[in-house]
């Protein structure tokens, strides 16, 4: 059986639990808690850079980051799932996926400072820059969602699941505030959770 490091809080850790699901791995994946603060868990051996998530194979082989694991599902699914062959299609998903990544990125940025410096050591200037990129790219989603009739298996592609991901991430750590502001992504959400079982079953609340 394969075995996915992650904190289940994670937004990159649920991407691959998402696209698991989705691909008909959910049973053959055991899903482990990883301690990124925690000098003695073995992340650190798994993945050099000690970060999350990882995935390990059944012949040991241990692959990260999120990007590359679902890649990895996909190519052992048949390949095609979640991510076009056809090459337009292929960095169109591919490209929302970055954009998506970089949002979640940011808000991580954000959450890590608040966690792990004392507030009077806050840097607003950077915080103020990590929630600018958030925002941009929430505005440049909210302009043009992307559409959600599956083209592939009836299947969300992997940028729609780093979208969806994102938002919950939002929701999770910040209190859902991007809400007022993007009615087009909730509506959005609201629609892919409907379609994509897996996005309530792996939510987090911690």
């Known amino acids: 059986m394969m075995i996915l490091r992650t904190p289940l809080p994670s937004p990159f850790g649920r991407k691959v639990r998402i696209a698991a699901d989705l691909l008909g791995f959910a049973g053959k994946i055991d899903v482990q808690n990883a301690d990124l603060n925690d000098p003695a868990d073995s992340i650190r051996v798994q993945n050099p850079v000690g970060k999350v998530p990882v995935l390990i194979a ?4 241990a692959f990260y980051d999120s990007r590359v694991i679902v890649e990895y599902l ?15 299609a292929r960095f169109d998903v591919l ?14 940025l954000q959450v890590y400072e608040a966690r792990y410096r004392p507030a009077d050591m806050h840097v607003e200037s950077w915080l103020e820059r990590q929630a600018g ?3 941009r790219g ?7 969602p992307p559409k959600l009739q599956p083209a592939i298996d009836n299947l969300p592609n992997i940028g729609q699941i780093t979208l969806a991901c994102a938002l919950g991430y939002l929701d999770l750590r910040f209190a859902g505030v991007w809400r007022k502001d993007y009615p087009n992504l909730v509506a959005w959400l ?11 079953e792996t939510k987090a609340t911690a």
């Open 58 to 61: 059944e012949d040991g082989t």
């Open 74 to 88: 996909d190519h052992l699914s048949g390949g095609g799932h979640l991510i076009p062959r056809d090459t337009k």
């Open 95 to 108: 490209r929302l996926q970055a954009l998506c990544d970089g949002i979640l990125d940011a808000a991580l």
């Open 133 to 135: 990129k958030v925002g």
């Open 138 to 144: 929430l505005a440049v989603l909210e302009a043009a």
């Open 190 to 200: 609201d629609d892919f959770a409907a379609q994509v079982p897996a996005f309530a």
